[in-house]
């Protein structure tokens, strides 16, 4: 909600906040977690900060490959993202 409300530096840091906290709960490899960092590299993506979206949207790609497999759909479209 905050994203769309346009509070993008609210929502970066709930995103963070989010991705500790899964990772807190379920460890550090966990579909929630690559959902987050690949809207993050979105965020960051919009921003202009392309070095940190690249950096983001590659720990995602490696999280679906490792969680779904090379062949799940959500690892096909973590690289196809930008």
Request: proline letters at 1%; a neutral charge; one cysteine or more.
């Amino acid at each position: 909600m905050k994203l769309q409300s346009g509070n993008i530096e609210v929502a970066l840091d709930y995103l963070s906040e989010a991705v500790q906290l899964f990772a807190q709960v379920f460890g550090p490899l966990h579909v929630n977690i690559a959902n987050c960092y690949k809207v993050i590299a979105r965020i960051h993506h919009a921003l202009g900060d392309s070095k940190l979206a690249i950096s983001y949207q590659h720990k995602t790609v490696i999280m679906y490959e490792r969680l779904l497999g090379v062949d799940h759909s959500s690892s096909i479209s973590a690289y196809v993202s930008y």
